[in-house]
């Protein structure tokens, strides 16, 4: 059982997209196993339409990640200002 809470999916896509869409080096950073990333993956592509597996839904993705981190969230964790 994991001691640490799941990230936000929103952390969660950031993470995978950082390592290049690679599952096993997301689930290592999650400490999660892989099926289990494979898993939130698709419970996230359910609820939202993007396919990050295809460079259709990975684009918009990178890009609102990258508007999100520039302009950052307070309290999230995510923010890339203090």
């Known amino acids: 059982m ?4 799941l ?12 390592h290049q869409q ?3 080096a997301t689930a290592t950073t999650l ?10 993956l698709a419970e996230m592509e359910e609820q ?12 918009p993705a990178i890009a ?4 999100w981190d520039t302009r950052g969230t307070p309290g999230d964790g995510l923010d890339s200002h203090p």
């Open 31 to 40: 400490g999660l196993h892989p099926t289990t990333v494979d898993n939130r």
């Open 2 to 5: 994991r001691a640490d809470p």
């Open 64 to 67: 609102a990640l990258l508007l």
């Open 48 to 59: 939202t339409g993007v396919v990050l597996s295809s460079p259709r839904g990975a684009a």
């Open 7 to 18: 990230p936000s999916p929103r952390a969660a896509q950031k993470i995978h997209l950082t």
């Open 22 to 24: 690679d599952r096993r």
